[in-house]
C-alpha cells in the first residue's frame, strides 16, 4: 500500500474518531483451554494467519492478524501453560479450565489522534474460569502461583487477574 492510499484511508478513521471519540474505544479478546494433563494451552484464533497487519480500527481489513491481539494470545499461551505446570505441581484434579483475556485500547492513541490518549492497551484482565473438585483456597493458590511465574504477565505487571469455577 503507498503513502497516499493509507493516508486517506486512516483519514477518514481518524475524522470519524474525532467527531466520535467513543467509537475509537474497543476491547480486544484471547482464549484457550488449558490442558493440565499435558501442560498446554491451546489457543482460540479469531484471524487463523501468522501474518500480522493493521487493526480493522487503523485500516486493516481483519483478514490478517493484530499483533496487540498476539499480545493477548501470548499472555493466555503463557498463563494456561504455567497454570497447568502449577496444578500438576500441586497434585491438583482439574477437570476443565479456560483462561481468556481482555484489553482495552483507545485507537485515538496509536493514530495520533489524540497526544492525551496513551498508546496501547489502558488495562487488560486475565481470567481462569476452573471445573474441579479442589478446595477453592488450592484453586486460589494456583491461580496465584500462575500469575506470579507466568514470564508474559509478568513483564506487562498491569494485568488484573481473577478465576471463577464452571459448572
Known sequence: MDAAKLKGLQAQIKQGFRDDPESAQATLTASGN???????????????????????MTGGDGSEACAANMLLQALIGCAGVTFG???SAMELSIDAAKVSAEGDLDFRGT??????????????????????SAEDGKLSK?????????????????????WSRSA
Open 111 to 132: 493514530l495520533g489522534v489524540s497526544r492525551e490518549v496513551p498508546i496501547g492497551f489502558q488495562a487488560i484482565r486475565l481470567h481462569f474460569v476452573i471445573q474441579s
Open 85 to 87: 505446570a502449577v496444578c
Open 34 to 56: 488449558i490442558d493440565v494433563a499435558r501442560i498446554n494451552c491451546r489457543l482460540v484464533h479469531e484471524t487463523p494467519t501468522d501474518v500480522c497487519g493493521l487493526h480493522p
Open 142 to 162: 494456583a491461580v496465584e502461583l500462575a500469575e506470579r511465574y507466568c514470564v508474559v504477565a509478568q513483564t506487562l505487571k498491569q494485568v488484573d487477574v481473577s
